[in-house]
């Protein structure tokens, strides 16, 4: 694999990376943790005429847990960093497990969460739970700030919406609400080895038994993270039996839109749908009755 030439700048600040990119327009590519830029660089799938490192703006990598408002993870916090925080491992154990089950060790100790996102492959394994969890970004650019509902950001397969000069600093992800519990499953070919075949994100909502909210999300079974409207219909108002969770199942796998290629036929995928929502339903809801953590 060779690479192209290009430029490498490394600022110090937010704001000297927005001016460096809004100067060098659409011949700069963003960097926090390479592994999924130097593979396209190599490719020759991406020629950036210079490259701007995130890596040395200080306080980019922060993950902080705010008791009364949630989490907030940085731009460049490492997936084995967001894995093995201690505030994330106790109150967002699937962003947790997500950020764990991302790729191997060696990606992981240099691949971001922020990375994942902005790749935006339909398989990115820590969008489905952010999703269902109702993660918000931060855009930055030298126009000034917004925030957008990560429900928005996915446009399609390697498509965002960051607009041009943005930068995202953060992923903020709410408190959960009392009495809920969250869960992601996946599955792919050869383990942690492949990309998933399919990814399932849930977070419920119970009272006792009911459920009293649900949101579910796939991965890799259409052009971006889908949402299962129809399998959280099947839930919402109910309350949740072995029964309930294999109709929920099946309503998500008849809402994906899955495709055949070298990981998994479309066929397998939408079985595996099926199989993997009513697992994370069930896990989801005894986290929310506290039978597991």
């Known amino acids: 694999m060779t690479l192209s030439r290009f430029a490498y700048a490394a600022p110090r600040t937010i704001k000297e990376a927005c001016r460096l ?9 963003l960097l926090a943790g390479g592994t999924d830029l130097m593979v396209k660089i190599g490719h020759g799938r991406a020629r950036p005429g ?31 960093d967001v894995a093995a925080h201690p505030a994330v491992l106790k109150t967002y154990p699937a962003v947790a497990h997500a950020a764990g089950e991302t790729a191997n060790v060696q990606i992981r100790n240099m691949g971001t969460v922020a990375g994942n996102l902005c790749n935006a492959a339909p ?11 109702g993660a918000v970004v931060t855009l930055v650019s030298a126009k000034g700030e917004r925030r957008l509902p990560l429900d928005q950001f ?34 792919s070919a050869r383990g942690k080895v492949d990309i998933s075949a399919v990814g399932v994100g849930v977070m419920v909502t119970m009272k006792g038994r009911k459920c009293l909210e649900t949101r579910i999300f796939l991965g890799a079974v259409g052009p971006t993270p889908l949402r299962a409207v129809r399998a959280e219909k099947t839930l919402c108002g109910e309350r949740v039996t072995p029964a309930l969770m294999d109709a929920a199942g099946l309503a998500a796998a008849k809402e994906a839109r899955p495709i055949s290629d070298v990981r998994a036929s479309a066929a397998y995928r939408r079985k595996m749908v099926a199989v993997l929502t009513r ?11 506290g039978k597991r953590r």
């Open 279 to 289: 697992r994370a339903v069930a896990e989801a809801v005894d986290r929310a009755s």
């Open 123 to 133: 398989s990115a394994d820590n969008a489905p739970t952010l999703l269902a969890m």
């Open 21 to 29: 990119l809004e100067e060098k327009g659409d011949d700069a590519c």
């Open 154 to 187: 996915f446009k399609g397969p390697g498509m965002t919406a960051i607009l041009p000069g943005e930068i995202m600093t953060a992923i903020f992800v709410p408190l959960p609400p009392p009495g809920s519990g969250t869960s992601y499953q996946h599955i």
């Open 50 to 80: 210079t490259v701007i490192g995130l890596k040395r703006i200080a306080g980019l990598d922060r993950i902080s847990f705010d008791r009364k408002k949630g989490l907030t993870i940085g731009a460049t916090a490492l997936l084995a």
